[in-house]
């Protein structure tokens, strides 16, 4: 799992919800920050302020912004973290992009690799979330604000990252023992099976209630893929949008998690009027959003 936070303010609940996003606190933040060089997990997740009082500090910012803010503006903090490797990230690797994208994606698997649908996570994608759980609990040393509220995306891969790092215990996540699953934080979908989503009820064979809740509205079948037609960027950007609404309008918590994807990600990104960010497979972005 791979993550970067970010800080989101709502002004208006008429307007873009995060109109605003605080920087500076993240060394993902940079204009110039190259996720290569950062990694997927950069120590404390990026947080530039390496004290021991760091998360204490921080919080105590994110306190203070939204004591003084102004009436109708609130602030929350999101957890992003993509997925660990899946074999579909493998197969793009073993056949290139330029072929992975005009032919191999549009298959579900060869004879070494299934990839489609919605497929599993690597013994490297599992080591990946692991890791992102041992972060976590490092950062616990140090006063880390544990997500008071998580979301995830119907995926396989999201749903396994997301259990590996969170849904173990109560330590991570103590006051909401359950991650939210919608449907809006899927990957760019159409074209790749990969990003086909199983039916409802076999995902809830993996990942049964009460710990794993679907929104209400969630369809037996995926009513979304298509084979011959890719979703848009600017597509992807209004859905992550309908997210931040979502969450600013029934979220009281202030630290946000959400386990999806690079695409989805992006799209947040893009909402805010930030440049795209290459997170690396089992990274975490930490965002502050405003």
């Known amino acids: 799992m791979s993550a970067n936070i970010t800080l989101c303010r709502q002004v208006d609940i008429d307007r873009l919800p995060c109109e605003q996003v605080e920087s500076g606190f993240f060394a993902q933040d940079n204009p110039s920050a190259i996720p290569a060089i950062i990694g997927a997990l950069p120590p404390r997740f990026g947080l530039l302020d390496d004290s021991p009082e760091?998360?204490?500090r921080f919080k105590d910012r994110i306190d203070?912004?939204?004591s003084n803010a102004p009436h109708g503006t609130s602030y929350k903090v999101f957890f992003l973290g993509r997925h660990g490797q899946g074999f579909h990230n493998v197969a793009e690797e073993k056949y290139g992009t330029q072929a992975w994208d005009d032919y191999y994606s549009k298959l579900y698997g060869d004879s070494e690799i299934t990839w489609?649908?919605?497929p599993l996570l690597t013994p490297?994608?599992?080591n990946q979330a692991e890791a992102a759980r041992n972060a976590w609990l490092a950062e616990l040393t140090y006063g880390i604000c544990r997500p008071g509220r998580c979301y995830a995306s119907p995926l396989?891969?999201?749903?396994?990252?997301?259990e590996l790092t969170f849904g173990g215990d109560d330590i991570l996540q103590p006051e909401?023992?359950?991650v939210m699953v919608l449907e809006n934080l899927r990957e760019e979908h159409g074209v790749h099976t990969c990003d086909m989503r199983d039916p409802l009820s076999a995902i809830q064979r993996n990942f049964p209630p009460p710990l794993y809740s679907f929104e209400p509205g969630f369809s037996e079948e995926d009513l979304i893929w298509q084979p011959d037609v890719r979703e848009t960027k600017e597509h992807i950007k209004r859905r992550a949008h309908a997210v931040l609404d979502k969450i600013f309008g029934e979220?009281?918590?202030l630290y946000i998690s959400v386990t999806a994807h690079g695409g989805i990600i992006n799209g947040f990104l893009a909402a805010m009027?930030?440049?795209p960010y290459g997170l690396p497979t089992g990274g975490a972005w930490k965002w502050l959003c405003a």
């Open 54 to 56: 760091r998360w204490q």
């Open 251 to 253: 979220a009281e918590e």
């Open 116 to 118: 489609g649908p919605d």
């Open 124 to 126: 490297l994608g599992i």
């Open 64 to 66: 203070s912004l939204n």
């Open 176 to 178: 909401k023992k359950k």
């Open 273 to 275: 009027g930030r440049p």
């Open 156 to 162: 396989h891969r999201a749903l396994s990252t997301w």
